[in-house]
Structures are given as C-alpha cells and as structure tokens.
C-alpha cells in the first residue's frame, strides 16, 4: 500500500506555545488529507478535511482558529495546533487519499503523534 | 448519514482458536467498508475494504470478512488466532461522506 509519513512521532511542548505536525504521502499525490484526534482507548474523530490549494472543512465542534490547516502542496499537509493547553494532549492522526484513486478508496494512514502539553 | 457499531469493545481468544469481530453498519448509500488493525502508538493499517465486488473478502495477516447487506453486517474473522494479532481493530464505513469509524474493538490472544 502507499506510505503516508507523520513527523513528529511525539512532541511534548510547554502550554501556550504552538505545535506543527506533518502529513506526507511519500509515494502517491493526494488532493484530500484528513486530520483525526484520537483519545486514549477511543475511536478516531474527523477533526478536518484538507484539500490541496483550499482551506479546510472543519467538522462541528473544531476550533478552526486553535488546529490551523494547511495543505499547500499534493504531497504534504500540516496541523498546528495553536496556544496549546493541557487538554489538547492526545494522539493525531493524518490520512490521505490517493489523488488517482478516486473518491471512494481507503485512505493511508500515518503513524499518528503523540502531543502532550505540560 | 452513515454509522458503525461494533459489538463488544474487548474480545479475547486463546492462540489458535477462532477470532470473530463484530462490526453492524447503517448507511444511506450502498457503503464502502473497511477493518484496520491499530497497534500501541501507531497509525492504522488496512486490514480489508469491501467495495461492492465480492461479498466475501480476504484480507492481509489471515483475516476475512463477509458482507451481509440483509444484516447490515460486516463481521471480521479469522480461523485461528496468533499472539500477533493482539491489537485493536476498527470498522469504517464511507458512503457520501469521510470514514466513520467504529469505537473499536480490542483483541487479546491468551497463550
């Protein structure tokens, strides 16, 4: 299957400071990344849709000026999050789809990160 | 709108014996349907997809799964489990909408 590349693996940042994670597809170009949040022992939440070259959908209840998206190329998106606070800390998870693969195939997922806020 | 249920949010099986995961879906649209495997600390793995072809699909590590559309049903088997397979495993559904997932479900294989 194609390789979606999450970086960082983890991070652990200071509260009220920023922190960016990337998704790349490595081997396959993708219009649509998805950004999901994941709490420990849960199911993954769709926090954003990325289309290359537009600004993201964000689902209801995302605070789209706290987890700032970026997808300025088809191979690479990113999530900041923004002013980070304690309650923020969790596992993220990036997807993409496969340009040429059309609306209905599965997405690649990447590694995940690890953010805690301290 | 599309929704996954999947039964039971810890399974556990001995090594060898029969692994059945139960995944029950609602869609408004013919579904698209997925299993992945997560393991600790790291992203998922595609396991399987069901995209309207063949009912029955065979999938990576062993495991298959059957579409049932009179049960709205797309449970994950495998014949005999192995130590290996410990993991959590998630239902997906897409229809006109992005991946919805199930709540998971983790499995343990006892020695």
């Known amino acids: 299957g194609a390789v979606v590349s999450q970086h960082p693996s983890w991070v652990i940042c200071k509260s009220g400071t920023s922190v960016k994670i990337e998704c790349r597809s490595l081997?396959?170009?993708?219009?649509?990344m998805f950004w999901y949040r994941q709490f420990p022992k849960q199911s993954l939440m769709l926090m954003a849709t990325s289309n290359e070259g537009s600004k993201a959908t964000y689902e209801q209840g995302v605070e789209k000026d706290k987890f700032l998206i970026n997808h300025a190329s088809l191979t690479l998106s990113t999530l900041t999050v923004t002013s980070a606070h304690p309650e923020d800390s969790s596992f993220y998870i990036c997807?993409?789809?496969?340009?040429?693969?059309?609306?209905?195939?599965?997405?690649?997922f990447g590694q995940g990160t690890r953010l805690t806020v301290v | 709108a599309q929704s996954v249920t999947q039964l039971g949010s810890h399974v556990s099986v001995s090594e060898g014996a029969l692994v059945l995961l139960r995944c029950n879906y609602s869609s408004s649209v013919p579904p698209y349907l997925f299993w992945y495997v997560q393991y600790p600390n790291q992203g998922l793995q595609l396991l399987l997809k069901y995209t309207s072809a063949a009912t029955l699909v065979k999938g990576i590590n062993g495991f298959e799964a059957e579409f049932k559309k009179s049960e709205t049903s797309f449970h994950l088997t495998k014949p005999s489990a192995h130590m290996s397979d410990a993991a959590e495993y998630f239902c997906a559904v897409k229809g006109n909408t992005p991946l919805v997932f199930g709540k998971g479900t983790r499995l343990s294989v006892i020695a």
């Open positions: 081997d396959f170009q993708a219009t649509t």
């Open positions: 997807s993409a789809r496969d340009r040429l693969g059309g609306v209905n195939t599965e997405a690649f």
